[in-house]
């Protein structure tokens, strides 16, 4: 067979698909379409840990001939669900492709969180249906955290006949049960369970790059702000065990990467729910400060849970940054509260002004949401200047999307939708100042820069990110990507920085 047949499907002896494969313990939670009602309930029972994770091997011929292409959008953790997804596809033999042309299984790992991103994908899954057309063996299947609402599984049901299978964030590592379904089945498979499973360890990935990883220390979130979909679609919260998260950076120290982001919807409530409550993220940090790897973060981090102890263990640096993304929501007391965020305005400046003690040079960043139903000119005004008083170095800013099945999407509204974009127009311009403003006092200096690769804009510039996080852009030889190099900053942007290579660091020291 030659190469050109080998890329067409259609020509490649299809694998035969098998019966499903029964499975024991997950029946119950097995359901045509999600519910977010179930979603919503928080039971008592343990969370098992699995770690035999293993591809069938009446599957091992699916993917042979067979490329798999997916789309990401939203968070690291859809990011790195895709990583491991992209792991288990290439177990069953297929290959990546970035050619959606190309593929034999489109997946599209979607995002809930705010409408626009939901139009997005419906936009696109319409795109995908002449690739039916000219491909009969194509899958294409929706996963991620749109499949766990039931308003999107209906409306895919209805509208969307192209898509073959629908599966939630619960039950990634069913993937070879999925398709094998789907390539037995002319209906759409739907595999989303409302309530979360255990946690799956030792799951294949093939991470995206290898200078910076992320690694998972929990899943969920139980803090139900009012507006987000979060807790309904990632179920409830469920810490990994210490160990494996210790031996997974481990590993990835030995295998060279240079960088680690921990990854959690609510990182500061890690441990919270393990037999053994004693450790929290300040013990899980100190532990990892001891393994060779230069940097390491952790997203995201709600203000309510963020213990002395975890600001203790942080002030020790090493290789824990001093840059905390630390969302705020709101500026005003009486928001916050309507948002059930369960802190106020001068708790959460308070918090600020213990991790500046603790560590002076620490860069702040933010998540905003202005225009939450019946904001007030003051109440957003306080954000304004909530802002100021902290002086973050860079924001995420949106504006409010009523989410269905959320208190907040109840609520009645009186701010005009003109009105919530005038706010966040003059919120960004706040954070634009302040942004330009941190950057501009590097002009001049040296800073320490993670190289990443080729700027997205222009391949002749490399780019990466300091230890607090900010871009940095410069030419060297493409010889130093995956390395860290010291860089002298020319001119600082709004959101970005430019300068000059000045050498190869040998051993990284915390700088800048
Ligand atoms: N777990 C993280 C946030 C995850 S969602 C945390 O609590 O910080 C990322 C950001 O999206 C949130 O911080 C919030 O600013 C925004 N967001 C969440 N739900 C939203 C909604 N319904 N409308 C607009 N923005 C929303
Ligand atoms: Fe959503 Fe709040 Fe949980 Fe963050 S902490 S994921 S904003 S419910
Ligand atoms: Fe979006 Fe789900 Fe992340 S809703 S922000 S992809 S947890």
């Not at 194509?138 to 629908?166: F, H, P, R, W």
């Not at 990935?205 to 690694?215: E, H, L, M, P, S």
């Not at 469920?238 to 982001?261: C, F, H, K, M, N």
């Not at 904001?375 to 100021?388: A, C, I, K, N, P």
């Amino acid at each position: 067979m030659n190469e050109e047949q080998r890329l067409q499907g259609q020509q490649v002896k299809p694998f035969k698909p098998l019966q499903p494969v029964k499975e024991k313990d997950y029946s119950q939670f097995f359901q045509k379409t999600p519910s977010l009602k179930d979603a919503k309930k928080r039971g008592k029972e343990e969370i098992e840990y699995h770690a035999d994770f293993k591809i069938d091997e009446r599957f091992a011929e699916m993917g042979r001939g067979r490329k798999f292409y997916i789309r990401t959008y939203g968070c690291q953790m859809n990011e790195h669900d895709t990583e491991v997804m992209a792991g288990i596809f290439e177990q069953l033999g297929y290959e990546a492709t970035d050619e959606v042309t190309e593929a034999n299984v489109i997946l599209m790992n979607t995002c809930a969180i705010r409408e626009n991103a939901e139009n997005k994908v419906f936009g696109e899954l319409g795109h995908f249906k002449p690739l039916k057309l000219q491909n009969p063996d194509l899958l294409i299947g929706v996963c991620g955290c749109m499949s766990q609402e039931e308003a999107v599984v209906n409306k895919i049901l209805k509208t969307y006949d192209q898509v073959d299978m629908v599966f939630g964030t619960h039950n990634i590592h069913r993937l070879p049960e999925i398709l094998n379904e789907a390539y037995l089945s002319k209906e759409t498979v739907i595999d989303v369970w409302s309530k979360e499973g255990d946690v799956i360890e030792n799951l294949p990935k093939v991470r995206k790059g290898q200078t910076k990883a992320w690694v998972n220390i929990m899943y969920g979130c139980d803090k139900f702000c009012t507006y987000c979909i979060v807790p309904y679609t990632r179920g409830k919260e469920r810490s990994r065990l210490p160990q494996d998260i210790i031996q997974e950076v481990r590993e990835l120290a030995a295998a060279g990467y240079q960088e680690i982001t921990l990854l959690g919807q609510n990182v500061n409530a890690y441990g919270k729910d393990l037999p053994d409550s004693s450790i929290g993220l300040g013990d899980l940090m100190d532990e990892l400060r001891k393994i060779d790897i230069p940097r390491i973060r952790f997203t995201t981090s709600h203000p309510r849970d963020f213990d002395d102890y975890l600001i203790e263990v942080l002030a020790k640096k090493g290789n824990l940054v001093e840059h905390i993304h630390l969302p705020v929501q709101s500026g005003s007391s009486d928001m916050l509260k309507i948002m059930a965020r369960k802190y106020t305005r001068e708790s959460y400046l308070e918090l600020v002004r213990k991790i500046r003690t603790a560590i002076p040079d620490v860069a702040l960043t933010t998540d905003i949401i202005v225009g939450f139903p019946n904001e007030t000119e003051e109440q957003f005004e306080e954000t304004l200047s909530l802002y100021r008083e902290v002086g973050f170095e860079m924001a995420f800013t949106y504006i409010y999307s009523p989410r269905e099945g959320t208190p907040a999407a109840k609520m009645r509204d009186n701010v005009p939708a003109e009105v919530k974009k005038q706010r966040l127009h003059r919120l960004n311009e706040v954070v634009a100042e302040y942004s330009a403003k941190a950057l501009k006092k590097l002009e001049g200096e040296i800073v320490e820069v993670l190289v990443e690769g080729e700027s997205k804009r222009n391949d002749q510039v490399l780019a990466g990110y300091t230890r607090k996080n900010r871009l940095v852009n410069f030419v060297a030889p493409k010889e130093v990507i995956g390395q860290y190099v010291h860089v002298r900053i020319t001119e600082a942007k709004t959101h970005s920085l430019a300068g000059e290579f000045v050498e190869v660091v040998s051993k990284t020291a915390e700088v800048k």
